[in-house]
């Protein structure tokens, strides 16, 4: 490969709303094809640089630490980078066994890791950014629904370790806001006041401004919001 068509724009990067893009793949958990095996289920297929380095170590450590609170949400976790599946396998060894990190030792990885030498996966999902890295795979994170809809798309550069309780928040958000029609301001958390819908019609408005509808409470008309406690919020979304 050139260093012109490594620098070529990426055609054909999924979007927010699109189908994820399916492929086959060996990983360190046997073949997967995705997103068919993971249809009914949320799932967060996320790339990482490169194995046997410190920030990805680091965020391996806590996203196996998490595994069981992502499971709860019904969520799976994928992994990526454009390393080989015997050089996965030594650095998962390596996690387990000697590395320490914020108190997680003794760190197990379950989750499947993609073997993506080739990089066809991390073409396909626009994980390489070149301007970053010509070859390696940036900290992409991809929300997949159980319909296999990407719902939500994160980028982070190679020097930056992700947040995870933003990503959990992430998968409770798009989960409370399909369950129960609303959409979640900024720094939502289960148990905050929701965003109902925008009035559709005059009529609507003016009910909602004049406090005619239940536990709705209107800043203007265009901006109302409900209470939706965190207990609901945990049924619905744990249970669903
Ligand atoms: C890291 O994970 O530590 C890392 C990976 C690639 C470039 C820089 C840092």
Redesign the pocket.
């Known amino acids: 490969m050139t260093t012109s068509e490594l620098a070529a724009p990426i055609a054909g990067m999924p979007r927010i709303g699109d189908p994820a893009p399916s492929f086959t793949a060996e990983t360190t958990q046997g073949e997967i094809n995705f997103p068919a095996d993971y249809l009914g289920k949320w799932v967060i297929l996320f790339s990482?640089?490169?194995d046997f380095?410190?920030?990805?170590?680091?965020?391996f450590m806590t996203f196996a630490s998490m595994q069981q609170e992502f499971a709860a949400y019904h969520t799976a976790l994928v992994g990526l980078s454009v390393d080989g599946l015997y050089s996965h396998i030594a650095w998962l060894r390596t996690i387990r066994d000697k590395i320490s990190f914020r108190g997680m030792k003794d760190i197990e990885v379950t989750f499947p890791l993609i073997d993506d030498v080739s990089m066809r996966v991390a073409r396909m999902y626009g994980m390489i950014m070149p301007g970053e890295?010509s070859t390696?795979a940036v900290?992409a994170v991809f929300v997949i629904d159980p319909t296999g809809t990407i719902r939500a798309i994160i980028y982070y550069p190679?020097?930056l370790?992700r947040n995870f309780d933003e990503l959990l928040r992430v998968i409770k958000a798009l989960q409370t806001a399909d369950h129960f029609a609303v959409a979640t301001p900024a720094d939502w958390r289960p148990g905050d006041r929701v965003i109902v819908p925008p009035a559709g019609s005059c009529g609507t408005a003016e009910e909602r401004m004049g406090g005619h509808v239940d536990g709705v409470e209107c800043e203007d008309w265009f901006f109302c919001t409900k209470e939706l406690p965190a207990q609901e919020v945990e049924s619905a979304i744990r249970g669903a």
């Not at 380095?53 to 965020?59: A, F, I, Q, R």
């Open positions: 990482h640089p490169a380095t410190p920030v990805c170590t680091s965020e890295d390696k900290r190679l020097s370790g």
